[in-house]
């Protein structure tokens, strides 16, 4: 079965510098990967995905995510972060190929500071 | 956009008392899901379905059933509330793995 590891429970930064926010998953044959935010008291969200193709991907809000097979990360970073990025951001992948259960890591809180 | 609709935000339960929380989805998805969250334990998964009065179970069951009877709604049911499921849980709806899930906003339980 997959698994996904976030190994930083907390990220605390300063608004306006780069952030980077680490996940591994456990298998290196091909998968679909997510990365969903969660803002205060609200579900997630899905921030981005890669499913095939460029290994860089971008959401709407300066966010991106690069797939790296070799070292099995899926890594997110933003070179300048808002006041308004600070929430819980999780990492997912599907459980097994041809199942529909994601499993999810344990998520990374951002913090921004002014 | 899909929309999924946990039907209260926040509930505060006795122990003992049998709880139902209600997630209803309207695009038509075939699988729902129900995770809780816990810090520093991320989303755990109690039990999915993937089509009406279909179910599995997740990684965490103990303590819980699950109801769907129509195809957009997937009931979470705590049998006999403890203390220890007090939590958030958030239900999710999906296509399919390719696209995601859809999330509701999350019912945060306190029992008592």
């Known amino acids: 079965a997959q698994s996904v590891t976030q190994l930083d429970s907390q990220v605390p930064v300063f608004e306006e510098a780069p952030v980077e926010l680490r996940c591994n998953y456990s298998?290196?044959?091909?998968?679909?990967l997510f990365w969903y935010v969660q803002y205060p008291n609200q579900g997630l969200q899905l921030l981005l995905k890669y499913l095939s193709g460029s290994t860089l991907v971008e959401s709407i809000n300066g966010f991106e995510a690069e797939f790296n097979k070799s070292q099995t990360s899926f890594h997110l970073r933003k070179p300048s972060v808002h006041i308004s990025d600070t929430a819980e951001y999780f990492c997912?992948?599907?459980?097994?190929?041809?199942?529909?259960?994601?499993?999810f890591g344990t998520g990374t809180r951002l913090l921004v500071s002014p | 956009d899909v929309k999924v609709t946990q039907s209260s935000r926040y509930l505060v339960k006795r122990t003992g008392e049998k709880v139902f929380l209600e997630c209803v989805q309207d695009?038509?998805?075939?699988?729902m899901f129900w995770y809780r969250q816990d810090p520093g334990l991320g989303l755990r998964l109690i039990y999915f379905?993937?089509?009406?009065?279909?179910?599995e179970k997740g990684d965490i069951p103990e303590g819980y059933s699950v109801s769907r009877e129509k195809k957009e709604r997937f009931s979470l049911i705590l049998e006999s509330a403890s203390t220890n499921q007090t939590s958030m849980y958030l239900c999710a709806s999906s296509l399919s793995t390719v696209y995601g899930y859809t999330f509701g906003s999350g019912t945060r339980l306190t029992v008592v």
């Open positions: 695009m038509d998805h075939e699988n």
């Open positions: 298998s290196s044959v091909s998968v679909y």
């Open positions: 997912a992948v599907p459980a097994r190929t041809g199942f529909q259960k994601l499993v």
């Open positions: 379905s993937y089509d009406v009065k279909m179910k």
